[in-house]
T-cell receptor, first 114, second 111 residues
Framework: DAGVIQSPRHEVTEMGQEVTLRCKPI?????LFWYRQTMMRGLELLIY????????DSGMPEDRFSAKMPNASFSTLKIQPSEPRDSAVYFC????????????FGDGTRLSIL | GNSVTQMEGPVTLSEEAFLTINCTYT??????LFWYVQYPGEGLQLLLK?????DKGSNKGFEATYRKETTSFHLEKGSVQVSDSAVYFC??????????FGTGTRLQVFP
């Protein structure tokens, strides 16, 4: 079975550039989560969607970050303009909404902003 | 509020040693509890879960029991292998969509 698919796996770009991270959730899953992982701050929830609707974006660090889910099989996380402190591994996870349902994670995008 | 506390790492063991990684939680109501494992360069993978008090989750030789009286969900394995080297995360779901993660515990197993 296909898991959560993220692209690209690695991204290196210069500060000020726009960065777009992509996620394809597991088919049939109706909740999608974006996380950021760093050594200093650990795993942070940025935003999550239920049925393509953003439910909680309180973890989005700044207005430079935005996320969309135009349909059930695709989501993007965009950073514009990017800064060196945005360097991290960004994970997407999906689940079937409901009690006791676990989240399933993609392999992440390692982002380096120079 | 809801929170998860894990033991500081790294935990360093020899192959075939017994493993315990402590996890305690604070939560309102009756949360579900999870252990996730993260291998180098990969995302988090669900290792096991328990959804109510006294449930035991188990997978790949790992076990954890949901102890409501001590608010704990300690991870154990009787005999670790080098391939178990990874970071282990305890997490709770307070019957909402979100997962509350601990800070992770790195396990290093040497031959």
């Amino acid at each position: 079975d296909a898991g959560v698919i993220q692209s690209p796996r690695h991204e290196v770009t210069e500060m000020g550039q726009e960065v777009t991270l992509r996620c394809k959730p597991i088919s049939g899953h109706n909740s999608l989560f974006w996380y950021r992982q760093t050594m200093m701050r650990g795993l942070e929830l940025l935003i999550y969607f239920n049925n393509n609707v953003p439910i909680d974006d309180s973890g989005m660090p700044e207005d430079r970050f935005s996320a969309k889910m135009p349909n059930a099989s695709f989501s993007t996380l965009k950073i514009q303009p990017s800064e060196p402190r945005d360097s991290a591994v960004y994970f997407c996870a999906s689940r079937i909404q409901g009690p006791n349902q676990p989240q399933h994670f993609g392999d992440g995008t390692r982002l380096s902003i120079l | 509020g809801n929170s998860v506390t894990q033991m500081e790492g790294p935990v360093t063991l020899s192959e075939e040693a017994f493993l315990t990684i402590n996890c305690t939680y604070t939560a309102t109501g009756y949360p579900s509890l999870f252990w996730y494992v993260q291998y180098p360069g990969e995302g988090l993978q669900l290792l096991l879960k328990a959804t109510k008090a006294d449930d035991k989750g188990s997978n790949k030789g790992f076990e954890a029991t949901y102890r409501k009286e001590t608010t704990s969900f300690h991870l154990e394995k009787g005999s670790v292998q080098v391939s178990d080297s990874a970071v282990y995360f305890c997490a709770l779901s307070p019957n909402t969509d979100k997962l509350i993660f601990g800070t992770g515990t790195r396990l290093q197993v040497f031959p």
